[in-house]
Antibody
């Protein structure tokens, strides 16, 4: 069965960096793009962008350009999200989500990774 | 960016009732090339990941009970839940995938009356 398993919760200080992983199984990793979605505490869902798992090319939503990096370890069927220079407003649960081959609805989601930024 | 506006923001219901959640997009989600509406609905329960309910505005995802019905076209869409059950208490989001950035509505929280 298809699964996306994310790394565990993180507690970081402002200015630090964090790297979240999303390990896929049950399908051919490079056949489907991987997307990232942010959910701040008690708030809604915000699409951050996606990475082409075949070419490795990332695409970022405007609000996530600069400090956010999507990357792959394709040999390990893993997508990563790195956030640098963390700010308090980065405190959120981050989800990876798999789209279809062509369209961006998300039938498969990771369990979410809570990143808490606090001094 | 396409803005997705959901209403109401919360809804108190009794088990067995039929509820309607609305989602309006700031531009049409109907693509003329295939006559499909690029709109999905998700359900999110506390502490869980979102679950896909509906795509193409009205196509139920495999395994989703048929009491969940998506309808609408263009800019106005509806998720109807007939005979609400306790397990349906959750937050519901619409999402457009017509254009990037993909955008979600702010959510509608379904609560027990």
């Amino acid at each position: 069965q298809i699964q996306l398993v994310q790394s565990g919760p993180e507690l970081k200080k402002p200015g630090e960096s964090v790297k979240i992983s999303c390990k896929a199984s049950g399908y051919t990793f490079t056949d489907y793009a991987m997307h990232w979605v942010k959910q701040a505490p008690g708030k809604g869902l915000k699409w951050m962008g996606w990475i082409n798992t075949y070419t490795g090319k990332p695409t970022y939503a405007d609000d996530f350009k600069g400090r956010f990096v999507f990357s792959l370890e394709a040999s390990a069927s893993t997508a990563n999200l790195q956030i640098s220079n963390l700010k308090n407003e980065d405190t959120a649960t981050y989800f990876c989500a798999r789209s279809t081959r062509v369209y961006n609805w998300f039938a498969y989601w990771g369990q979410g990774t809570l990143v808490t930024v606090s001094s | 960016d396409i803005v997705m506006t959901q209403s109401p923001s919360s809804l108190a219901v009794s088990a067995g009732e039929t509820v309607t959640i609305n989602c309006k997009s700031s531009q049409s989600l109907l693509y003329s090339g295939n006559q499909k509406n690029y709109l999905a609905w998700y359900q999110q329960k506390p502490g869980q990941s979102p679950k896909l309910l509906i795509y193409w505005a009205s196509t139920r995802q495999s395994g989703v009970p048929d009491r969940f019905i998506g309808s609408g076209s263009g800019t106005d869409f509806t998720l109807t839940i007939s005979s609400v059950q306790a397990e349906d208490l959750a937050i519901y989001y619409c999402q457009q995938y017509y254009d990037t950035p993909n955008t979600f509505g702010a959510g509608t929280k379904l609560e027990l009356k």
